[in-house]
């Protein structure tokens, strides 16, 4: 059951690489903007269902994620519908909401240990789709990516950054004392393959839609598409792993790869015409440290 959850929910996440799905969105918030009311009551229904067939439902959770899907929508709702070539500060304010109470566990708490990893990440899922919601169908901003690649350049850049960022980061994770010195792998083929899969879709598409397609492209669309914007963005992706192990915490070793990272996912971004050349960066750069480092 909860296996099937999370691919329902990436389901539809995937779903909105689809013009059409985004376009429906669109064109019903255009009519009846009132609508985006009905998004946070939805996405809190089905954490609520997720919750109860997992044995962890009580209300203090559930108005929790209520409040935190209300919130955004209210930044969003508070400007109109879109679309918008020019963020704001509460676009910006959109996306902390969104991110912030993740990132700090915020609620967390509330939730038995045998389950919290499981709600953690619908928790995440349907912040996504939040964000995929307001930021392509009602506040509607131009420049996500969310979209199949489009062009070869969209399939081989990833492997093009791959094979140039790799001994960077290698070179300084070593100097740092953040990975070892890389060694032969010691898991079957077949485990290293289905990997791949699950790095992607649960975190470096995620953490690209956020970081890439939200924070990178608001920011360039707001103060300029320059190398300045590039580094702000890069930076603010590595700060975000400074909660994270194993060493301790602030984890500023942590915080400086990933910068370093953030600035060739970035890169490629840039160049790429979908999220999805990125993310399959991100992938390879996360699936190389878990199996040679």
């Not at 919750?51 to 400007?79: D, H």
Request: aromatic share 14%.
């Amino acid at each position: 059951m909860r296996t099937l959850t999370l691919v329902l929910m990436l389901a539809a996440v995937l779903s909105f690489f689809f013009s059409r799905v985004q376009e429906g969105f669109r064109n019903t918030f255009a009519r009846r903007p009132g609508l985006i009311w009905a998004t946070p009551l939805v996405l809190t229904a089905i954490f609520s269902g997720v919750a109860l067939l997992a044995g962890a439902w009580n209300g203090a959770l559930c108005l929790a994620v209520l409040v935190y899907t209300v919130a955004p929508v209210a930044c969003a709702a508070w400007q109109g519908v879109g679309p918008v070539t020019r963020p704001s500060a509460l676009d910006f304010a959109t996306i902390l909401l969104l991110w912030l109470p993740l990132e700090f566990n915020v609620g967390g708490a509330l939730v038995p240990p045998p389950v919290r990893g499981y709600l953690h990440s619908v928790a995440y899922g349907i912040a996504i789709l939040l964000g995929l919601i307001l930021f392509s169908g009602f506040r509607s901003f131009p420049g996500l990516k969310f979209n199949p690649p489009r062009r070869r350049a969209d399939w081989w850049l990833p492997f093009a950054a791959f094979a140039v960022s790799t001994p960077v980061l290698m070179v300084v994770g070593i100097a740092l004392g953040f990975i070892p010195w890389p060694h032969l792998p010691d898991r079957s083929a077949s485990a290293m393959s289905a990997a791949a899969g699950v790095i992607f879709a649960g975190t470096a598409l995620p953490e690209e839609i956020l970081f890439r397609s939200l924070i990178q492209n608001l920011l360039m669309l707001r103060f300029g598409s320059g190398w300045r914007m590039l580094l702000v963005a890069s930076f603010i992706f590595g700060c975000a792993h400074l909660d994270n192990g194993p060493q301790p915490l602030p984890n500023w070793r942590y915080m400086i790869l990933a910068t370093i990272a953030g600035m060739a996912y970035g890169w490629v971004f840039q160049r790429a015409r979908t999220v999805f050349s990125s993310a399959a960066l991100h992938m390879l750069v996360d699936w190389t440290k878990h199996f040679f480092f």
